[in-house]
């Protein structure tokens, strides 16, 4: 590594670490009804929002009616999206006269921004109207990332309030995280990517003659605003078919460094407005720095992997699948961060990265999303192991196992277990059916591990409501949109449920008083072992799989096969 790319990677993590706080306690006071300064800009459409819901800034609800509002809510957002793509030929904003979406690639899609997956088996620019991508996949954006922030709070509220039923109300939080913080964010990151030259219009696309005289196509449409919230909210999905690759959403060095910047300023900032809300500053940061230690050891691993010699290529560092505007270190950087946040968008295609770095993206999946993860479900998985590593040590020393006071007891460990083994079962069933039906051989783009890797990728991917692809699957097929679309719910409700129900849990125990055997969850001790667990559960999990994958394709690329 040279010093320029350690310097890199560094300037990231200190950039992210001194705005963190900032962020974190603005969220604070927006979620906790305070007055902040854009209360008089926007206070108005918090207003207008209650109303719209019959619902009250002051509504407190249980964890069921908590549940339930928010089942509803996605299940119409599911809907809506899924009837707007069936009949784009008929509804304005469709200047390129695209036809209707296939009703599975339509159901894949619904589900995959419903999820905040974000998973495209289609290319944007030449199968989704302006209506589509505005009304429907921008609008699920928003309304998904706020669904995960709202979570969050719910178990933060669960975790820091004592005998008590609510858990505060899904309306309200939904609302304010959109008005108050996805909204004027989005809106002043598309104005900076607008003047660094990502396309925002309605015209129909344009045709131009190039200096070799070839006739080309340029795609056009209001990106700039969906790009914006699609690195804000974790969301991942482009205008475009390559994504952060395309020079129409991704044209600078300087927007590279901001995608990347804002795909894990919420997240990290999430873990401040943590400590807050459960009252040690302390807690946030110990979970921060295991969210960076994590990234940073990743995004080590995947340079040292593609600064391995290919014998294939005769060099190492290759630019094969990569952008020379941004080199290989940032694209490392950002295939590290995308997989770690629950992100979709990508700048590089992660199929042409070396076996190993490819293999680290998709690890960094397994790990459950939980390293920063996506905005708001990031740190309600992250708190599912710090339960867990409470637990285990609760055993380890042979007391009752406490969190911030509260008991650890068999209802909340089931609900853990059942949030940690349902994705990772989705993950290998999925993958198991894949590789032994035609249907799912068919879309091979590759033979050998590397094949194996797409299909791996691919439900790790959806499961994990990440969105990144492997790009060699044709997954815009019955057979995978179906499929993929189950495990992109399984690895959302699977998990949001329980967090629920054990939020709806914890919110009834009182709080023990500290004492000397009370075991300390804001310790660098504490912080060792959380990484320990998170590692040891993807690793016990997964790791066969990886070795049929990236690992062995790595061994042989180093005998100069390829596939």
């Not at 010699?309 to 080199?327: D, H, I, Y």
């Not at 490392?332 to 629950?342: E, G, M, P, R």
């Not at 989705?426 to 590759?446: D, H």
């Not at 690895?491 to 939020?503: I, S």
């Amino acid at each position: 590594m040279e010093l320029v790319d350690l310097f890199q990677i560094v300037f990231y993590v200190a950039v992210l670490t001194l705005l963190t706080p900032g962020l974190g306690l603005y969220m604070y006071k927006v979620f906790s009804g305070e007055r902040t300064f854009l209360t008089p800009l926007v206070g108005w459409v918090e207003r207008g929002g209650y109303r719209l819901t019959g619902s009250s800034s002051r509504e407190e609800m249980t964890w069921k009616e908590y549940l339930t509002a928010l089942l509803w809510f996605n299940f119409f957002g599911f809907l809506f999206l899924f009837l707007l793509q069936l009949m784009q030929t008929i509804l304005p904003l469709n200047p390129q006269n695209f036809a209707n979406v296939s009703w599975h690639s339509a159901f894949n899609t619904a589900i995959s921004f419903m999820t905040n997956t974000n998973w495209q088996g289609y290319a944007g620019e030449t199968t989704m109207s302006y209506l589509t991508q505005m009304a429907g996949l921008a609008v699920q954006n928003f309304v998904s990332a706020a669904t995960g922030i709202a979570v969050f709070l719910a178990l933060a509220r669960g975790i820091s309030r004592q005998s008590s039923k609510t858990l505060g109300s899904f309306w309200v939080d939904l609302n304010r995280s959109v008005v108050y913080l996805l909204l004027p964010m989005s809106f002043v990151f598309a104005l900076v990517l607008v003047q660094q030259g990502v396309v925002q219009n309605f015209s129909p696309y344009v045709d131009v003659t190039t200096l070799e005289g070839a006739k080309q196509t340029l795609p056009m449409g209001p990106a700039a605003s969906q790009i914006a919230i699609k690195h804000l909210g974790t969301n991942g999905g482009g205008f475009f078919n390559a994504n952060s690759a395309h020079p129409f959403e991704n044209p600078t060095p300087l927007t590279n460094f901001l995608q990347i910047l804002f795909l894990l300023l919420i997240p990290a900032g999430l873990t401040y407005t943590y400590g807050k809300m459960v009252g040690s500053i302390k807690q946030g940061w110990t979970i921060y720095a295991v969210m960076a230690a994590v990234w940073v050891f990743t995004m080590i691993g995947s340079v040292a992997s593609e600064a391995v010699s290919n014998p294939l290529l005769a060099e190492s560092m290759s630019m094969e699948g990569k952008e020379t505007r941004f080199g290989v270190v940032s694209s490392l950087i950002f295939s590290t961060a995308t997989t770690l946040v629950s992100c979709g968008a990508v700048n590089a295609m992660h199929s042409s990265l070396s076996p190993l770095a490819g293999g680290i993206a998709m690890f960094n999946i397994m790990l459950g999303e939980v390293i920063f993860g996506g905005v708001g479900a990031g740190m309600y998985g992250m708190l599912i192991f710090v339960v867990l590593t409470v637990f285990l040590a609760g055993l380890m020393v042979g007391r009752t196992p406490e969190y911030l006071g509260k008991k650890i007891e068999a209802r909340e460990m089931k609900l853990v277990m059942l949030a940690i083994l349902a994705p990772c079962a989705t993950i290998l069933i999925g993958t198991a059916i894949g590789v032994s039906s035609p249907l799912g051989l068919s879309s091979l783009a590759n033979k050998g591990p590397h094949g194996f890797s797409e299909i791996l990728y691919a439900f790790t991917s959806a499961t994990g409501n990440n969105g990144s692809a492997f790009a060699g699957l044709n997954a815009n097929t019955p057979f995978y949109n179906v499929l993929l679309g189950i495990a992109m719910l399984v690895g959302r409700f699977a998990v949001l449920v329980p967090v629920l129900m054990m939020a709806g849990s914890l919110v009834q125990k009182k709080i023990s008083p500290p004492s000397t055997g009370t075991f300390e969850t804001d310790t660098a001790l504490f912080g060792i072992l959380l990484i320990a667990v998170i590692v040891i559960a993807g690793a016990l999990t997964f790791v066969p799989a990886l070795s049929l994958g990236p690992i062995v394709e790595h061994f042989l690329m180093l005998r100069g096969q390829s596939f």
